[in-house]
T-cell receptor
């Protein structure tokens, strides 16, 4: 069966520090991959999505970037965190040609 | 791009009552409409979805209706129970391999 792993679960980082959140999917090939941010425990904002290696689309201009170094690995990065980057970050995947998106357990990021 | 509006933002009902959450979408090309439930601090999980070739779908106490002409769809929960308390998100997409656009969520509280 397919599973998605996202880590770390919680992270506290100082302003100006770098960020790297990792997400991996097991049990499937060539998945669509997504990064969402959820602020204040509510709306889900799509940050990046990828339909294949080296095919990443950015939805919202910001100081975050995403990379997909391997087929089932999706990384969210920042060179210098801002206070406004605090939130709950969710990785998700869907099957190529599929409809449903499956979410990882999320990373709660607090920038102090 | 797609825009999904969701109402109400909060909903409080008594146990046993029905709850209805409504969403509208803007892109007439959207043809897939899932609903996700997110319990506090956890990942969103799909509870029901509907595609544009269907007007209504039921799964035990939950049902979703879709009006493509008016571009709106609704989630209906009957005989609500305290464990139904959560944030519910609607979403829309143009189908497989297309990103999901989410509404801002509805916090449902079921009072015992």
């Amino acid at each position: 069966s397919q599973t998605i792993h996202q880590w770390p679960a919680t992270l506290v980082q100082p302003v100006g520090s770098p960020l790297s959140l990792e997400c991996t999917v097991e049990g499937t090939s060539n998945p669509n991959l997504y990064w969402y941010r959820q602020a204040a425990g509510r709306g889900l904002q799509l940050l990046f999505y990828s339909i294949g290696i080296d095919q990443i689309s950015s939805e919202v201009p910001q100081n975050l970037s995403a990379s997909r170094p391997q087929d089932r690995q999706f990384i969210l990065s920042s060179k210098k965190l801002l206070l406004s980057d605090s939130g709950f970050y969710l990785c998700a995947w869907s099957v190529q040609g599929g409809f449903e998106a499956f979410f990882g357990q999320g990373t709660r990021l607090t920038v102090v | 791009g797609e825009n999904v509006e969701q109402h109400p933002s909060t909903l409080s009902v008594q146990e046993g009552d029905s709850a209805v959450i409504k969403c509208t979408y803007s892109d007439s090309a959207s043809n897939y409409f899932p609903w996700y439930k997110q319990e506090l601090g956890k990942r969103p999980q799909l509870i029901i979805d509907i595609r544009s070739n269907v007007g209504e779908k039921k799964d035990q106490r939950i049902a979703v209706t879709l009006n493509k002409t008016a571009k709106h769809f609704s989630l209906h929960i009957t005989e609500t129970q305290p464990e139904d308390s959560a944030v519910y998100f609607c979403a829309a997409s143009q189908g497989s391999n297309y990103k999901l656009t989410f509404g801002k969520g509805t916090l449902l509280t079921v009072n015992p």
